[in-house]
């Protein structure tokens, strides 16, 4: 319920108000390494479904499914009796959850709480005050955050957000030209510091019968990209220690433009009235809480399905040395190449581990005005790593730069339509001259730690102990080890880094691959392991590797460390890496529209999708998503798992101190419950959560993207991402994390975790411990067998 407040008064503390606003604004990653973002991430201290009822509050609407697409998935069998009988609790049975929505339509009709442009487009349809006020920001915000697209950069631009929009805004006739009388004497009227200006207007506004936290987030809904992009900014300098008030200066931005109108128009005494005695909307708590219901019943028909597959898996350890061994990402897209090499070379163990493979390094390219973060975005890399300048690297440089160069054109204001349309056939033919189809190559610089190989000896050993410890392979090592991250390859893609690893920060996990590789062959480093309990025969050599996710090719890097008495192990490996890259291709053919053909052709076919500048749809990343396991391979080799779930091995038996679950916990299941929720939001509601028709996007100061030529930054994924043209591809189902281990012993690491802890307590995750042969899934009751 929203508590009831007085008007501002000079005695009034709104810094609370202000602080727990700013803290429910999600983090939005610019396109360069955009990853997935958890869009509740500030509200996980609340339940799944008051958070839903404090969204329709701000945002207008609640994370959730409509009644008819409930109903629809009730009739189709995705939602069983059995499943909506599970869902009910004290307050619904499952014939008043059928009830409820039955006599439902769509929820979230109701609207948000109102700005006072909202107010008054509300009173006037045809004023667009909210369209033009989110507009006039996004103008201002693209020239303060510029990544050098623009060509003309603001003087006033040093002085930070606030400070040089105040300076701008005192001059700019816009806003009068569209209607709003005396603008520029009003901003000449704002206290020069933010947080003044932000108590100034909020005294002229007074907003009554609303909660100020909830008017607050309201405010910065308007501009949620922006904001998100701002928060971006504030969390990277605080991992940092710095300090950065940024997001609290858009907040004084757009509560100006709404005093700004106030003062202006309110002198009507309809609209004062209206404003003065608006009350937080009134939704129905109790379709709310049904359709909670619905989706938690939604969820769990999956639940059973994936219990009952891995339950019949018995956990036999093999103690027979593999042929080879082959580290994956977790990525959902590995599960669907593992299980096609373990068919190709049945010898080989597959292993799955996060794609930064335990060597978070911020890492320098050839040709790269800055260092990007190769790892987790929930830690900050306390390595640097660049690329040397040898003749293959200086050609690498080159080619990037021309690469660079042609993209800065294409971005540029004279590759606009007039130029073009100067240009002519001339320039038609560059475009046609550019090539359609491009194999991946493994030509990128090698990477290295910034003081030399012989560096760091201690941080190299400590990294390269910690990743063979957390991915539960400390002994039986075969003959050749591949460490294989994965990228993506696409043309014309402003999302093309949302394709990538998210694990390494949104970049692909070559780079990592190689550094864990180097430091796990190294003399110097097997001894420092030796030392410390991890012996590596000495015929065991790494290998590093890159699984294109586009095409499903798996390029090898540095062969040359591949001594001659391995010839016939790394042939073996480099043909059962085709073999299970074609079988790939042919399963994932289908789902991208593909109609039959030959192997030679389906090949040719998706390498022509990630080099076609026309290509919406290059792959389908993440999309289905919905489990991640943590549990032997052996719990879940030979299971057709549809490319749904997040893998990751666990030897609980060697995890006596429970340092492995922990970090399980707090960092993979959370780095995919934000790709999950991501991708849920981003299906349920593509309007609010989704960045839109990729057709019509445009890349803006190089950060974001604008649908069509104005607006706010979009946040989430392309519809394209989700969506084939005629169907949404994706399922909005909440994670399921599934550990074997037993349900004391997961108890154990998440009394010491309370932030991950809630997750599962409030229902953003769901969790099953495998025990003794049996599925349990954690509830508000206690764990109940699935």
Request: with cysteine; proline share 5%; glycine share 8%.
């Amino acid at each position: 319920m929203s508590t009831l407040l007085p008007v501002i008064t000079p005695e009034s503390d709104f810094t609370s108000a202000v602080a727990v606003a700013l803290s429910r604004i999600p983090p939005l990653w610019p396109l360069r390494h955009f990853v997935a973002v958890n869009p509740f991430v500030g509200l996980t201290d609340l339940s799944f479904v008051d958070a839903c009822a404090l969204l329709q509050r701000t945002t207008g609407a609640a994370p959730l499914q409509s009644p008819a697409d409930y109903l629809a998935a009730y009739r189709d069998g995705a939602i069983s009796p059995e499943d909506l009988a599970a869902a009910a609790d004290g307050v619904w049975t499952a014939e008043g959850l059928l009830e409820a929505v039955g006599r439902a339509e769509t929820p979230g009709t109701e609207g948000p709480l109102a700005t006072v442009a909202d107010l008054l487009d509300q009173q006037s349809p045809r004023a667009h005050w909210g369209v033009f006020v989110t507009e006039e920001i996004s103008k201002w915000c693209a020239v303060v955050f510029d990544g050098n697209q623009g060509t003309w950069r603001s003087p006033w631009r040093p002085l930070g957000l606030y400070a040089s929009w105040r300076e701008s805004a005192a001059f700019d006739r816009n806003p009068e030209a569209f209607g709003l009388p005396g603008f520029r004497a009003f901003v000449r009227t704002l206290p020069v510091d933010a947080e003044a200006c932000i108590d100034f207007c909020l005294r002229r506004l007074a907003p009554r019968s609303v909660d100020l936290s909830e008017f607050l987030q309201r405010q910065l809904a308007t501009i949620a990209g922006w904001a998100g992009y701002v928060q971006y900014r504030v969390r990277e300098d605080a991992l940092r220690g710095r300090s950065n008030t940024a997001l609290q200066e858009l907040l004084a931005v757009r509560l100006a433009y709404d005093a700004a109108l106030f003062q202006a128009f309110a002198r009507d005494g309809v609209f004062r009235a209206d404003w003065r005695h608006q009350l937080a909307p009134a939704h129905d708590p109790a379709l709310l809480s049904a359709l909670v219901r619905w989706q938690l019943a939604y969820e769990r028909g999956y639940q059973r399905r994936l219990a009952r597959m891995i339950a019949r898996q018995s956990p036999v350890r093999a103690a027979v040395r593999p042929s080879a061994q082959a580290v994956f990402c977790i990525d959902v897209r590995s599960e669907v190449l593992r299980r096609h090499l373990e068919s190709a070379l049945p010898t080989v163990q597959t292993i799955g581990f996060a794609g930064f493979f335990g060597f978070p390094v911020a890492h320098r390219r050839l040709g790269d005005d800055a260092d990007a973060a190769r790892c987790p975005v929930l830690l900050v890399p306390p390595v640097e790593t660049g690329e040397g300048s040898s003749a293959e690297e200086l050609a690498e440089r080159t080619r990037r730069a021309e690469a660079g160069a042609w993209k800065a054109f294409q971005n540029s204001a004279v590759s606009c339509f007039s130029f073009v349309e100067s240009a002519g056939l001339a320039f038609g033919a560059a475009l046609a001259g550019r090539p359609r189809a491009s194999r991946p190559t493994c030509a990128a610089g090698k990477p290295r730690f910034a003081s030399g190989d012989a560096a760091s000896l201690e941080t190299r050993t400590a990294m390269a102990e910690g990743a063979l410890r957390n991915m539960s392979l400390t002994k039986n090592f075969a003959r050749l080890v591949l460490i294989c991250g994965h990228g993506s390859v696409s043309a014309n893609n402003p999302y093309a880094s949302a394709l990538d690893c998210g694990a390494c920060g949104g970049h692909a996990g070559d780079v990592n691959a190689r550094l864990a590789a180097a430091a796990l062959n190294d003399p110097a480093v097997r001894e420092h392991l030796s030392k410390r309990g991890i012996l590596l025969p000495d015929d065991t050599v790494f290998l590093a590797g890159l699984h294109i996710t586009t095409t499903d090719d798996v390029c090898l890097f540095d062969l040359e460390v591949i001594p001659a008495s391995h010839a016939g192990d790394l042939a073996a490996l480099q043909s059962a890496l085709a073999v299970a890259g074609a079988g790939v291709r042919t399963e994932r053919a289908p789902s991208l529209g593909l109609s039959p053909q030959s192997s030679a052709q389906l090949e040719r076919t998706v390498r022509e999708r990630g080099a076609d500048a026309s290509q919406v749809r290059p792959e389908w990343g993440l999309a289905n998503n919905a489990a991640l396991i943590a549990a032997p391979r052996s719990r879940t080799a030979g299971l057709k798992l549809d490319g749904r779930v997040f893998l990751h091995d666990y030897d609980a038996a060697a995890d006596t101190d429970l340092k492995v679950l922990t970090l399980i916990l707090c960092a993979p299941v959370v780095v995919a419950s934000w790709i999950n929720l991501q991708y849920y939001a981003s299906r349920v509601d593509p309007t609010r959560y989704g960045s839109g028709n990729k057709v019509l996007h445009n890349v803006v100061g190089g950060l974001g993207v604008v649908e069509g030529n104005a607006g706010d930054l979009r946040v989430g994924l392309p519809l394209q991402s989700i969506h084939d043209g005629e169907k949404f591809v994706h399922e909005p189902r909440r994670l399921t994390v599934v550990i074997d281990a037993t349900r004391r012993s997961i108890e154990t690491v998440l009394a010491a975790q309370a932030a991950v802890r809630i997750l599962f307590d409030h229902q953003w995750i769901h969790l099953v411990s495998l025990e003794g042969g049996q599925a349990y899934l954690s509830t508000s009751e206690g764990w109940q067998p699935l």
